[in-house]
């Protein structure tokens, strides 16, 4: 997995002030776990919030690895949006900054908890609020691509202010060419993700004096939270 001083030799200080979100593609899951979390923590300042959006994997999971990754952001100011398959829809769980939606595909449920976590975040007098969504490749496997993108973006709309970024993963093997086409013209900036030789390695395509050639940034070690590896 990579490590946060490689990432920052690939993604220098500032390259990603005015790219505002970044799509990041990999083969899969495995492929691209951990390089959104470390390209957040390239823009983050201590007092910054993020809202993270999971369609399957474990709330726990993805705070906590943003809690890892993720310098300056601590757990009072990360709000969560839960879009697992749920058996009926609920608004909001009794835990502070935490919002359920009835399943990864009820798009409307899902902007709108996002919309109140961005809002809740910033009464708590957190001014900038970063946006980790877990996997849009669930989305296209039950829905249009279409409506996916007119999702995407409305998301990014609500993400979009200084000094806030957007981090989104997709697993090519499950989108065509087309479909990731379409998607990533949405987004300020790409990284590509790969594993080649033991080694994990990273491109960015769009995002100022960042390398665009493919450039090692760690081995490719199981992600562990403590002593749990993370799936």
Same mark, same amino acid.
Request: net charge negative; charged share 25%; proline share 6%.
């Given at each position: 997995?990579?490590?946060?001083?490689?990432?920052?030799?690939?993604?220098?200080?500032?390259?990603?002030?005015?790219?505002?979100?970044?799509?990041?593609?990999? /083969?899969? #899951?495995?492929?691209?776990?951990?390089?959104?979390?470390?390209?957040?923590?390239?823009? /983050?300042? +201590?007092?910054?919030?993020?809202?993270?959006? &999971?369609?399957?994997?474990?709330?726990?999971?993805?705070?906590? $690895?943003?809690?890892?990754?993720?310098?300056?952001?601590?757990?009072?100011?990360?709000?969560?949006?839960?879009?697992?398959?749920?058996?009926?829809?609920?608004? /909001?769980?009794?835990?502070?900054?935490?919002?359920?939606?009835?399943?990864? =595909?009820?798009?409307?449920?899902?902007?709108?908890?996002?919309?109140?976590?961005?809002?809740?975040?910033?009464?708590?007098?957190?001014?900038?609020?970063?946006?980790?969504? +877990?996997?849009?490749?669930?989305?296209?496997?039950?829905?249009?691509?279409? #409506?996916?993108?007119?999702?995407?973006?409305?998301?990014?709309?609500?993400?979009?202010?200084?000094? #806030?970024?957007?981090?989104?993963? =997709?697993? &090519?093997?499950?989108?065509?060419?087309?479909?990731?086409?379409?998607?990533?013209?949405?987004?300020?900036?790409?990284?590509?993700?790969?594993?080649?030789?033991?080694?994990?390695?990273?491109?960015?395509?769009?995002?100022? +004096?960042?390398?665009?050639?493919?450039?090692?940034?760690?081995?490719?070690?199981?992600? $562990?939270?403590? +002593?749990?590896?993370?799936?």
């Amino acid at each position: 997995m990579s490590g946060k001083q490689e990432v920052a030799a690939a993604v220098p200080d500032g390259s990603l002030d005015s790219t505002g979100s970044v799509l990041v593609a990999g /083969a899969s #899951a495995d492929v691209v776990r951990g390089v959104p979390t470390r390209l957040l923590d390239r823009v /983050a300042s +201590d007092g910054d919030g993020a809202v993270v959006v &999971t369609t399957g994997t474990s709330p726990r999971t993805l705070v906590e $690895r943003v809690l890892r990754d993720v310098d300056g952001v601590d757990r009072d100011r990360v709000a969560v949006v839960d879009a697992r398959p749920q058996g009926e829809s609920v608004r /909001a769980n009794p835990r502070p900054l935490h919002w359920r939606v009835r399943s990864p =595909m009820d798009l409307t449920g899902t902007s709108r908890a996002v919309h109140e976590c961005l809002s809740t975040l910033f009464e708590r007098g957190v001014s900038t609020r970063h946006v980790l969504f +877990d996997s849009l490749s669930r989305l296209l496997l039950g829905g249009d691509v279409g #409506a996916v993108a007119r999702f995407t973006h409305q998301l990014l709309v609500l993400a979009d202010a200084p000094g #806030a970024l957007a981090v989104f993963p =997709m697993s &090519t093997n499950t989108v065509d060419e087309a479909a990731l086409s379409q998607l990533a013209h949405l987004f300020g900036g790409r990284v590509d993700v790969r594993h080649r030789d033991g080694a994990c390695e990273l491109r960015c395509l769009g995002i100022p +004096d960042a390398t665009p050639e493919w450039t090692a940034i760690g081995p490719t070690t199981p992600d $562990r939270i403590g +002593d749990v590896r993370v799936r």
